[in-house]
Structure formats: structure tokens, C-alpha cells
């Protein structure tokens, strides 16, 4: 009875061990960063001039956690070997690596976990990208692996996917940033999410992003969140802007953290941070994709959308997220197949619309030349002059009913905050570390007294002063306008014409400047055989130096 004793007590004390030996490792610490705040206020740009790098609320410590014992055992060499595999490769190179056997879902599944890790945990490298990560991700990648036979190269099949924090997953939260959502645990994925998993993709985790949209704060840093701090571009750390408001998105992306992630938009929001961080990035027309579970802004506006390294990704990512959603209004039954039989390998045929007034931008000239030079049609347009009053006002009185909406229906049941007043009133109560840049244009929303009435009318202006600017492309049988970066997105967003941007070239200073394709609804298809084109003709993404 003894001898029993001594044996169960010797298990209870090495397991005891164990778990405290877990409970010490501590990869993620706190830094002072008093220096680097001081030098950041000498920033040319009012808001890069932060107040905070690292999140006041997050610890990274327990969000990897689940992961100690495997990532213990993966070491830098297993790295090192697995980097020509996947870094900068696209879906369908990385499906054939898995089918060949040189890779397994499992290991790939690791790696970005073992990569974020790497890169977050140094203080000098550090993105403050991520918000969550699944704690299942490695035994579903596992899952996969046991299943692994007959996948396509163009499947999203076992690729690991990073969502934007303002949309819905069973195992994490969804805060949008804020803390008044920092409990928000729902118990169902947002219907892209569904659809997602259905085509077999891996859920990695949540990204940054600025919060609420970056429709909370006026002039504050795009890419900041209370809950995941500031995120920084890896192509110019502090030193160039993420874009907003799915900055995460694109920083993920951008440093080969994941295979793709996944971004909204409702103005800007996925073409912005696409164009900063030299990624390509779709914002659909409204309708394409579901907004069923996503926090929201404005269900006139708001889409969600894919963010990758190339375009190819994009139009498999596209086709795993497509689903006709009867729970959300505007959801579309698309027909499309956004990569079947592949995409054309050059313009002939092809008309292009060039603003003359973005003529005096070197890189767009020289780009414009270019697509000349290989046989698109290009017409110079200068659009009229527009008035786009009443833009703000659509967003407030949008998100007025919306969020209320989605915190009745979308949100975990025990989020004792029902409107956005209540947002305000929340913060309020310790604004340092829930709103230390202000939560203006909350304010503005809960003043604005506009009627749904006046808001109907404001909506059919802004659309046909938006048309009115885009008429080209009727009137001239364009396949598309080109912009730069995210210059006309919102007239983009109010007409309802979809966008994609594509990585054109790096400034002098080395920032990323995309070119941005508008085309008429529903063209999508048409854009990614344009954009893959462009691509192909420019090949100009480089990874970020220091991410390498």
C-alpha cells in the first residue's frame, strides 16, 4: 500500500512539476518603451506620433500557450528546412509540396506559429499583428493530414487562414479591438467562416486591426487597437502607416504569417492596408460575400474580403468564402468560379481608364506605359468635379442601427453594452486604457439626429454623384479604372463597384504603392485576369527585409 502511495505521489509531483515548468516559460515580455515613444513624436505625420506600442490588455504568453509542448519541440533548424517550402509560395505550390510529401499540414500549421512567435516575441521585430491564435489549429491540421488524399492544388484544403478580429470564430473571441468585446465569445462562426472550414481551411487565428473599423477615433493611428496595441508595417517599422483598418490583415500577410487573411472593408478599409504592406487585396462588390456575424459599420457598405501575397491565392481564397447567406439581406447567389481554367497571360482587348490627374505620379506613368507597351487599350478620363456630402453621415446613422443589430443576434448574450452610447459611456470610465486617443467619432454617431428618411436620400446622392465619376466605364466600355492605393475608395464603396489592388512598385523611401483596379459590379473575375496579368507582367513584391 505503501509502495502505491509513494508511485502516486511521485506521478502527482512530476506532473506538478511539469505544469509549473509550463507555466514559467515566458517567450513574450514587457519592454520600456519611454525611448521609442519620445522618438516617434518627432514623426512628420501628426498620426504616427503614438502613445503606445505594446497592448496594455493582451498577453501573448497566454495566447500561446496551448502551443508550449510542440513548439518545444520544433526547433529553429525544423525552420530553417521548412522556409523554402513556404515562404512567398502560393496555395497551389504549397498543396504540391503536402501531395509530394515534402510537407504535411501539421508542419506548415507550425511553422507560422513557430514564425509569429519568432518575430513578435523580439522587441525590435515585433508587429503586434496578431490577437488570438486557435488552440485547436494543430490537431485539426492534423485531421487534415489523415485526409489529405486526391486535394486540388487551387483548395484551400489545410491552408492556414488569419481572420480580422471583428469577425466571428467559435474558439476565440471577437472584440474588434475594443474592450468593451473583449468577452465577446460567440457560439457560431460568422457564415464565411462556415464556409471556410466546409472547403477545409485551417483557422490560425485573429489579426489586429484598427478599432472598431477605425470608425471610433478622428486622426488617430490607423492600425491601433486597445486590445492588440499598435500595429507596425514591416516595411518601414513606426516609420511607415499600416493602412486601416484591416491593418493586421495586411501586416499578416505581408510577413508570411499565415497562407492568406482575410479583411473588411467599407471604405478602404482592405484596399489601404492591401497598398501599404504590398499585398493584393479584393474588396467585392456588396453582396459577393457574407456579412452575417461580422461586427459592423454599415450594412449599406460593409464587405468582407481576401488579402494575399499574389493573385492566383486571391481567386482560390474567394472561392472558399462564396455562399449565398439568407440571413444576410444583400447576399447575392453568385455563379462564378473565380479561378476555374485559370487566367489569361496578356491584355489584348483589354481597355483600361487612366485618370490624368494621377499622371504626375512617376510610378503610376511608368506603370501606365508598361500596360501600353504589352497591348491594353488605355483611355485618358478626367471625371467630373463631385460633391460628396453626407458620407459621414451615412456611416453614423448605419452604425447606429447596426451594431445594435449585431449585439443582439451576432454577439455572446452576457455583453452588457447594447448600443454604441454605451460603447461611450463604457470608456469613459477609464479612458487611458479604453480610448486613450478619444472615441470622437463615437460621439458623432450618438449626436447625429438624422432620420432614416433623410439618410434614404443621402444614400441615392452619394450613389449617383459616385456613378457620375465612374461613368467612364460605361460610356467608354472600360474593363477598369485604375487608381492608386486606396485614393478612390469610397467612391468606389458608395456605387457599389468592386476594387483590387495589386502591389505597382516601392517609393524612394521604400513604402509600397499599389495600383488599384475599379471595375463595374460583379466583375471581380474580370479584375483577378486583369490584376494576375499586371502581376505577372511586373513581378514587383519583395518581402519586407527584416521578415525574412
Not at 84 to 103: A, N
Not at 463 to 478: F, G, N, P, R, V
Amino acid at each position: 500500500m505503501k509502495q502505491i502511495l509513494f508511485i502516486l505521489f511521485s506521478i502527482f509531483l512530476i506532473s506538478s512539476c511539469q505544469k509549473k515548468e509550463e507555466k514559467e516559460i515566458v517567450y513574450f515580455n514587457n519592454y520600456d518603451e519611454t525611448e521609442q515613444i519620445e522618438n516617434q513624436q518627432k514623426h512628420e505625420k501628426k498620426r504616427m506620433q503614438f502613445k503606445l506600442f505594446q497592448s496594455k490588455i493582451l498577453d501573448m504568453n497566454e495566447v500561446f500557450k496551448p502551443f508550449y509542448k510542440e513548439l518545444t519541440q520544433f526547433t529553429e533548424d525544423n525552420y530553417e528546412d521548412l522556409k523554402p517550402l513556404i515562404l512567398e509560395q502560393d496555395i497551389p505550390t504549397i498543396q504540391k509540396s503536402v501531395q509530394e510529401g515534402k510537407l504535411s499540414y501539421e508542419k506548415l500549421t507550425l511553422f507560422y506559429l513557430y514564425r509569429i512567435r519568432k518575430f513578435e516575441s523580439d522587441s525590435t521585430l515585433s508587429l503586434n499583428s496578431i490577437i488570438a491564435l486557435n488552440p485547436n489549429v494543430l490537431k485539426e491540421a492534423r485531421e487534415k493530414d489523415k485526409k489529405k488524399e486526391n486535394i486540388s492544388e487551387f483548395s484551400m484544403y489545410g491552408m492556414p487562414v488569419l481572420l480580422k478580429d471583428n469577425i466571428n470564430t467559435k474558439e476565440m473571441a471577437t472584440t474588434a479591438g475594443a474592450v468593451a468585446l473583449q468577452k465577446n465569445e460567440t457560439e457560431s462562426d460568422a457564415f464565411i467562416v462556415e464556409k471556410l472550414r466546409e472547403n477545409g481551411a485551417l483557422i490560425l487565428g485573429k489579426v489586429n486591426l484598427s478599432e472598431w473599423a477605425y470608425f471610433f477615433c478622428s486622426g488617430c493611428p490607423l492600425g491601433y487597437s486597445a486590445i492588440g496595441g499598435q500595429t507596425l508595417n514591416p516595411y518601414g517599422r513606426a516609420e511607415f502607416e499600416t493602412g486601416g483598418s484591416s491593418a493586421g490583415s495586411g501586416v499578416a500577410v505581408a510577413a508570411n504569417f499565415a497562407v492568406v487573411a482575410v479583411g473588411t472593408e467599407t471604405s478602404g478599409s482592405i484596399t489601404s492596408p492591401s497598398s501599404q504592406n504590398s499585398v493584393v487585396g479584393l474588396k467585392p462588390t456588396i453582396g459577393v460575400l457574407s456579412r452575417s456575424g461580422i461586427v459592423p459599420i454599415s450594412s449599406t457598405l460593409d464587405t468582407p474580403g481576401p488579402m494575399t501575397k499574389n493573385v492566383t491565392d486571391n481567386a482560390i481564397f474567394m472561392n472558399a468564402m462564396l455562399g449565398f447567406d439568407k440571413a444576410d439581406k444583400a447576399s447575392k447567389k453568385i455563379d462564378e468560379d473565380y479561378f476555374q481554367n485559370g487566367f489569361p497571360t496578356e491584355l489584348d482587348g483589354i481597355k483600361l481608364g487612366v485618370l490624368s490627374s494621377l499622371l504626375t505620379d512617376s510610378i503610376y506613368a511608368l506603370t501606365v506605359d508598361k500596360l501600353r507597351k504589352v497591348g491594353a487599350e488605355i483611355i485618358e478620363i478626367t471625371p467630373p468635379e463631385i460633391s460628396f456630402d453626407g458620407f459621414v453621415t451615412l456611416l453614423n446613422i448605419d452604425m447606429k442601427h447596426d451594431l445594435p443589430s449585431y449585439l443582439k443576434n451576432n454577439a455572446e448574450k452576457s455583453i452588457s453594452i447594447k448600443n454604441v452610447n454605451d460603447v461611450v459611456e463604457f470608456n469613459n470610465k477609464d479612458s487611458l486604457i479604453r480610448a486613450p486617443y478619444g472615441q470622437q467619432l463615437f460621439d458623432g454617431i450618438v449626436n447625429d439626429k438624422t432620420t432614416l428618411t433623410e439618410l434614404k436620400e443621402i444614400k441615392k446622392n452619394l450613389k449617383a454623384e459616385a456613378e457620375k465619376y465612374l461613368q467612364a466605364l460605361k460610356d467608354e466600355s472600360l474593363d477598369a479604372i485604375l487608381s492608386i492605393n486606396n485614393y478612390h475608395s469610397g467612391i468606389a464603396a458608395v456605387s457599389f463597384h468592386p476594387t483590387l489592388t495589386v502591389p505597382m512598385g516601392y517609393k524612394k523611401s521604400g513604402e509600397p504603392v499599389s495600383l488599384t483596379f475599379i471595375g463595374v459590379p460583379f466583375s471581380e473575375r474580370k479584375l483577378l485576369e486583369i490584376g494576375y496579368v499586371f502581376e505577372q507582367l511586373t513581378r514587383v513584391r519583395k518581402m519586407p527585409k527584416n521578415y525574412q
